[in-house]
């Protein structure tokens, strides 16, 4: 079962835009991670945020939690072409992670 | 940099015949999961491993799905017989505790990708 929801699924920028993908989620968590999934690879890890925090930031992106909304949002600045990928928000409720389906971002050069 | 190495890439098989992953994760890395992702969604957790015991297999389909870590490190997902439905992406992930909170992130292998006809 998914818990995650991302939203947009899908959303195609020009190169230098920003991006924001929200996700929400349906229980409480201890934290909320971000993964990115080029074409048909792997799923890689971008960034980890606990229950206790309401922001992170890693170089480019910007990640926010809201518990008492339950959502989340991932802003990637300055986009590039390589930027173009699958993106998962994943929630851990101490059991297991959950991913959500995940929003396609393109980024026209 | 140390990555999770899974084998073979791509498989394709005839339903009613049965098939095998391997997953070989970082070293040191206590933990090991296998997930399915149907294409368009995201990963479902099949299983899940600590050392060479299994932690969570609530999502498996035991009637053809079994999993096994020997020695607690390698590891194998094997579906007998495959169905037209287990056509998806099979990956293997690995962590380790981040931080000391019990919080972690998890490094994923490339994935095989199952095509059952």
């Known amino acids: 079962s998914q818990q995650g929801e991302e939203d947009p699924q899908a959303l195609s920028i020009q190169e230098g835009e920003n991006a924001t993908m929200n996700c929400s989620y349906k229980?409480?968590?201890?934290?909320l991670q971000w993964y990115r999934q080029n074409s048909g690879r792997g799923l890689v890890h971008l960034i980890l945020?606990?229950?206790?925090?309401r922001e992170k930031h890693s170089g480019r992106l910007r990640v926010t939690l809201d518990t008492s909304k339950k959502s989340s949002s991932l802003l990637i600045t300055a986009s590039r072409a390589a930027d173009t990928a699958s993106y998962f928000c994943?929630?851990?409720?101490?059991?297991?992670?959950?991913f959500g389906e995940g929003t396609q971002l393109t980024v026209n050069p | 940099e140390a990555e999770v190495a899974q084998s073979p890439r791509y498989k394709i098989t005839e339903k009613s015949q049965a098939v095998a992953f391997w997953c070989d994760p970082i070293?040191?890395?206590?933990?090991l999961y296998w997930y399915r992702q149907i294409l368009g969604q995201g990963p479902e957790l099949l299983v899940q491993?600590?050392?060479?015991?299994?932690?969570?297999d609530s999502q498996l389909p035991k009637d053809r799905f079994s999993a096994e870590r020997l020695k607690g490190v390698d590891s194998t997902l094997k579906i007998q017989p495959a169905e037209l439905g287990d056509s998806a992406m099979y990956l293997c992930?690995?962590?380790?505790?981040?931080?000391?909170?019990?919080?972690?992130?998890?490094?994923f292998g490339p994935g095989t990708r199952l095509t059952v006809t």
């Open positions: 994943a929630t851990d409720s101490g059991s297991r992670l959950t």
């Open positions: 992930a690995s962590s380790s505790i981040y931080g000391g909170t019990g919080s972690y992130e998890q490094y």
């Open positions: 070293s040191g890395h206590a933990t």
């Open positions: 945020i606990r229950s206790n925090e």
């Open positions: 491993f600590q050392d060479e015991s299994v932690v969570d």
């Open positions: 229980t409480s968590i201890n934290n």
